[in-house]
């Protein structure tokens, strides 16, 4: 059993390494002043305070060169990063002459800037900022809010992680099929089965897929689009057996995101879009080894080719 510590002096790279073991959200804080001056800084101390008034607070270091324009700024917003915003939280958290360079946003309450495909944002009035030892605690006042509904980004122990279901829970969740499930003329009806197994199978797979901070539309579109894919509007509809407007939307995200092009109507992917893809292709193959390994070689290229048989009778 490990002895507590309680020396007033405290380490301070073990209080930071021991306050690390809390896994928290990563969120990018903005303000502007009446001036127009804007200010972003990577934060992980975002927290809600009350729902009634609709409080929430974060903090930053009183020697933060940021602090100025939120201390004048009559709002700020939380934009909380999603899953694949690595590369903007990072834009954030380093001392930059333009951090807002090169980065589209809109423009919120009290000028603050808004990031686009986040997982959730809250735009905030300025209600206390409170004298927290080193750094000033903000308190605001939450006066809009969007839930984007991605996975978010987390922070643990100083490097960055994602949400997945906890396996004891999803056990939990799909508990045990009851005894009559397969009994009759059922266990004999290969589309039933069919369609149990897909659900079975995506109740695993989907959170997975989803902590990357995609929606399946565009993962699955990012997954047809691998290597050297060059579609058009036609052939991704029969790939990807999504409504039109579906692909429109999932393109319009993915474009924004820097992960695919189209020109001349044809769809590609970018040099980022590709690296995505083969993340989203090691999740699936990770999760397809997982659940036919009690299965042979033989029995999987069976399975395969009866798949592809009925897939061409469409």
């Known amino acids: 059993m490990s002895t507590p510590t309680t020396d007033t002096a405290l380490d301070p790279r073990g209080f930071r390494r021991a306050l690390g073991n809390f896994a928290t959200g ?31 607070l974060w903090s930053i ?20 990063l999603a899953a694949d915003q690595i590369d903007l939280s990072n834009q954030f958290a380093r001392p930059k002459d333009d951090k807002f360079a090169g980065i589209a946003y809109e423009t919120g309450a009290g000028g603050a800037p808004l990031f686009t495909d986040c997982a959730a944002r809250f735009q905030c009035e300025k209600y206390q900022q409170v004298d927290g030892g080193d750094h000033w605690i903000l308190i605001g006042k939450v006066v809009a809010f969007d839930d984007f509904g991605r996975s978010p980004l987390l922070y643990h122990q100083g490097t960055y992680s994602m949400v997945l279901p906890h396996a004891r829970m999803q056990k939990k969740d799909e508990g045990g099929a009851p ?6 003329r059922l266990s004999h009806n290969l589309y039933y089965l069919m369609t149990q197994a897909v659900r079975s199978y995506q109740a695993n797979y989907q959170p997975k897929q989803l902590s990357t901070g995609l929606r399946t539309s565009e993962a699955r579109m990012l997954m047809v689009l691998e290597s050297d894919a060059d579609l058009d509007m036609p052939a991704l509809l029969r790939e990807v057996a999504m409504p039109v407007r579906e692909i429109e939307q999932a393109e319009e995200i993915l474009k924004r995101k820097g992960l695919v092009s189209n020109a001349d109507g ?7 879009g590709v690296t995505q893809a083969e993340t989203l ?8 080894d997982a659940v036919f390994a009690e299965f042979s070689p033989e029995d999987v290229e069976t399975f395969k080719k009866m798949l592809k048989a009925v897939i061409s009778l469409r």
């Open 179 to 184: 005894a009559s499930a397969f009994q009759g």
């Open 26 to 56: 990563v969120t990018i804080m903005t303000a502007a002043t009446p001036s127009g001056m804007k200010a972003g800084v990577t934060a992980n101390s975002f927290n809600s305070v009350s729902l009634d008034p609709p409080l929430v």
């Open 266 to 272: 044809h769809y590609r992917l970018t040099e980022a």
């Open 281 to 288: 292709w090691d999740i699936a193959a990770r999760q397809q």
């Open 61 to 80: 270091d009183k020697r933060s060169n940021s602090h100025q324009v939120f201390d004048e700024a009559t709002h700020f917003a939380v934009n909380i």
